[in-house]
């Protein structure tokens, strides 16, 4: 071997030891997306990484890693190398309910370093069209006069409908909403404005996303939306117009996360094709329609509104006794 | 607008060849997809639908009904070919189509898929046109009691997939209820044998359990017993599916159209449910009913119209409701979403031309299926000329990789070599399989139908009486188990 080759091999041996980040990133990276195919958390996670392609030197691969809830997909990302190469679509289900309410689940919320929260979906409170609640007092007067009689559905226990309707009902002055009210878990997002439809459940808190196209049918009724700002479509009252400001922070989100212990250069890296991310006409189209709001927050925003909100849940579980063990 | 505009404008909208084409590919990519083990129609739509976002919105919907189509018949092939359902709904078809193809008619058995097939979807597409309004309504009727009792029913199907043995066919369908209790419990949401691991959390993946278990025996079988015939190739089999053999499956044909089609209408049940009652009630009423499970064509025919019976239909609930009937549907709603149309009553209003344009559409779509079907069956014929020395180590092969694609973990290929051996040795003890399958896909639906239920009455069970659907279907799951009582006892006094 020749003295250059081997200089060569050599200095190529360091190039490769010294911190690979040098000119992260190297490789394709994985956008795990602890949902399936289709859905809310799916669709974001895609119109994102879409936005991404031309602005990242590297592939963005989405994959769906789907079971328990998000539970699965969340847990492989939280045991993952915290090198920058495997990222989550980090969404308020599995970055908020699900671990203010259960015990058991694999992860905590320390076992993440956010980036960023991009998108904000306000959540809305509706009953089938047909029915004779008129309002958020009417239905909680309901609950209050006749407990054990009005349901609500769900996609599943520690999702954000099931945490929402519980919420909704405290505030508008039901004592004990789990005891009061009936829960009614069904097997997705979709099965649950079903069971709405259908009167099987008499009324649903969720995003506005999952209810926009029933309201326009006029199948289904808002009674409320929880952001400050009226949503377009909805024609219902918002928490702060019914005296209720407290409510706001009962709000769908999606963000980008990986494990603990990024590198601030991963950070700041994928703060900036987030920038420019949101920046794109298509993306924000495609978030527009889904009744989403853009809204790219600073990194301690984020971390501090995440923290606030699973403050906020945490606080509700452990009052009204919703623990999962 | 008039009916008469609306159906004009529609059908100046689908009369170019833009329209064609993009169907006639999604149709294409969905035979390919559904082919290839563990590459599910599911997996395939949801891959589709980021290409359809630059489409026109009705080029882009018909595209992803031709991949979902297509997918549910392609499924077929390799059922038929070398016992790995394509996608989960086409899992009843083994039951036949495969011995078919041990016996040199694998030709036979495809065609008879095909014809089948593109039938079931042509009733299915004529139900959605005609009756969407009736099947919607009857639709929602469908809570929990209703789905609990019609679960209860299908359940009984288990008597018809047993083969010799009711009692191992009770076995069978006890361990894939077992099986399916892994995971989170949804109505409390506490794990069930998940023993802390994440991947358990989420149950056993229906992907993984459907290939270990029918696919993973035949190699694993291979490799133990190698027989002289293995290294010969099968033959296609110079015979085709004949018009006689239309003629005298026609019944089930028809019969299982129609099941396909209320299945289809009822959220949440799903392809797999639809073939395999198809195939029971086609067993039950047929004078052939003992050579079914041993390749018989009209066990295939029943199957393949069951399971295409339901893609028109659960359009009907996604049309007229709003609301998706199953996990494709529900990404086919985030297509229409993303071109700023939203199912519903109202889309017959605002988007009159563009519902009747997809009804033409979908017609156009039968046809299209008979057409790339019969080049697709011709094309993988091939597969039946592979000696089995060679065929076994690139099925295995395909069926790793399709499971890892799934879910993205090598956990659930560790699911499917581990149902593969328990596949085995109920293979060894004669204890069928499809009764094990219809236990883990059915486990679920009973368990949280019944559970919600009772959530809804407070714990009273009058609620399962509350209206003729349940009575119905009481009334049918009665009249069923007589006849498997029946039966028995006529075999017993037989043999005495």
Known sequence: MSKITLGLALTSAIALSSPALAAYPEQPIQLIIAYGAGGATDLSGRALATALGPKVPQPILPVNRTGAGGATGTASVAAAEPDGYTMVVARVGSHTVNPAMKDTLPYTLDDFDFVAVYEINPVACAVAADSDIDSMETLAARVNENPGTVSYSSSGVGSLLHIAGAMALR?????????????????????AATAVLA??????CTNSSALSSFVANGQLRPLMVTTAEPVAGFDAPTSADLGKPELESLVGWSGIAGPAGLPDEVIETWRGWLEEAVQDPGFQETMDRFGSIVDLKSPEDSVAFINEQYRIFRELVDELDMRVE | ???????????ALVAHWES?????????????AGAVPGVSATMAVALALPFTFALEPIYGILLLLGVYKGGIFGGSIPAILIKTPGTPASSATTLDGYPMAERGEAGRALGMALYASCIADLISNLSLILLAGWLASFALSFGPPEFFTLILFSLTIIAGVSGESLVKGLIAAASGLLLATVGLDLVYGTDRFSFGDPNLMGGLNFIAVLIGLFALPEIIDFVFRPKEEHHQARQLGGRWATLADVRRCLRSIIRGSFIGVFLGAIPGIGGAPAAFLSYA???????NRDNFGKGEIEGVAAAEAGNNGVCGATLIPLLSLGIPGDVITAIIIGAFMIHGLQPGPMLFVTHAHMVYALFMGLILSSFLLFAIGSVAIRAFRFVADVPKSLLAPSVLVLCVFGTYAVNNTIFDVAVMFAMGWLGYLMRVLKIPAAPFLIGFILGPLLENSFRQAMLMSGGSPEIFVRGPITWTFWALTALALYLIVARLRQSWRAET
């Open chain 1, 171 to 191: 505030s508008f002055g039901v004592e004990n909403p789990v005891e009061a009210a009936i829960h009614l878990p069904m097997a997705g997002g979709g099965e």
């Open chain 1, 199 to 204: 009167g099987t459940a008499d009324f649903i």
């Open chain 2, 1 to 11: 607008m008039s009916f008469l505009d609306s159906a004009a404008a529609g059908f």
């Open chain 2, 20 to 32: 064609v084409f993009y169907l006639a590919m999604g149709v294409l990519v969905g035979v390919i």
């Open chain 2, 281 to 287: 009630e086609a067993q039950r009423n047929s004078p």
